[in-house]
């Protein structure tokens, strides 16, 4: 079956950039390109893939579209603009300009006010998306998702995707709270769940299959099927796993659903979802 691959990363690798890369992400510490990836899409039954911002420059969005216009297999981009900049329907307005540009995000879970999303400036800015089409992809830790809650009931008219499902204590085995907020942030129609990032956020060295069941049976059970999209977060999975390792993990889970359900989950809700 056909899948989209939506959330992966590229970066020409630099201490400075990419000073979130410790010593004991030592395999992360080169290029990754389009060229690296092309085989791995292909040859897990990928049409093509989202890009998605790893630094938090206007330069790397700008690289970002220029990969896409160089390779078709790059369906769309999630770049990052300043949400708090006053001139941000400016910058908007120019990158917009840019079909393949689909959405926004900020690295939430680095700022150190566990409530910045909730700053009136910031919502302002995400509402300001939904002029452009533009959607919004959160990225925080469980810790953040009451800070969430809030948050989706003031953005309005912009899809959000909460991304790694919203990165559970599965090296603890760790339900709660997370299952109750995840739970109660999928009430909000608009919000959808991205099934990537997992086995990062499991032990990177032992983590089995059945560690990260009760994670996805979650997210299933308050997302349902038209909700979900599945990401390889390619190349930061290279942590726990190899690319083909990570999409066995879903392949396996989603085996008994039905056919209308398996497209949705790996290919419908992506292209809806970003309009690819």
């Keep these: ?3 989209i691959d939506s959330h992966q990363h590229f970066w020409q690798y630099s201490p400075e950039t990419h000073g979130w890369i410790s010593d004991e992400m030592a395999v992360l510490k080169q290029d990754f390109l ?13 049409t093509g893939c989202v890009a998605v911002q790893a630094s938090q420059t206007l330069a790397e969005t700008d690289w970002l579209l220029s990969l896409a ?8 981009v999630v770049g990052w603009v300043d949400l708090r900049d006053p001139q941000l329907a400016n910058t908007l307005h120019r990158l ?3 079909p393949k540009l689909k959405g926004v995000r900020h690295v939430i ?3 150190p006010d566990d409530e910045f999303m909730l700053q ?3 919502i302002r800015g995400v509402n300001l998306l939904a002029e452009y089409d533009l959607t919004y992809d959160l990225l925080i830790f469980e810790k953040h998702l009451p800070s969430a809650l809030s948050f989706v009931e003031q953005v309005s008219g912009v899809p959000i995707v909460v991304d790694h499902i ?9 339900l709660q709270p997370w299952k109750k907020n995840i739970t109660a942030l ?4 608009s919000a959808y769940c991205k099934i990537s990032g997992i086995v990062t956020e499991a032990n990177w060295q032992s983590w089995k299959y059945d560690d990260l069941l009760p994670y996805l049976d979650t997210v299933v059970e308050a997302f349902g099927t038209d909700r979900l999209m599945i990401g390889s977060d390619w190349p930061v999975c290279l942590l726990a796993a190899e690319y083909e390792g990570v999409m066995e993990i879903v392949n396996q889970y989603f085996a008994p659903f039905s056919e209308q359900e398996r497209q949705h989950v790996f290919y419908q809700n992506a292209a809806d979802f970003y309009r690819l």
């Design 96 to 98: 917009s300009k840019n």
């Design 69 to 76: 216009a160089q390779n078709d297999f790059i369906l769309g």
């Design 1 to 3: 079956m056909q899948k």
């Design 166 to 174: 919203a990165k559970p204590n599965i090296s603890e085995r760790e």
């Design 186 to 189: 999928a009430q909000n129609s």
């Design 109 to 111: 879970q680095d700022e």
């Design 120 to 122: 009136a400036n910031f």
């Design 34 to 46: 389009p060229n690296n990836l092309a085989p791995l899409l292909k040859a897990n039954n990928c």
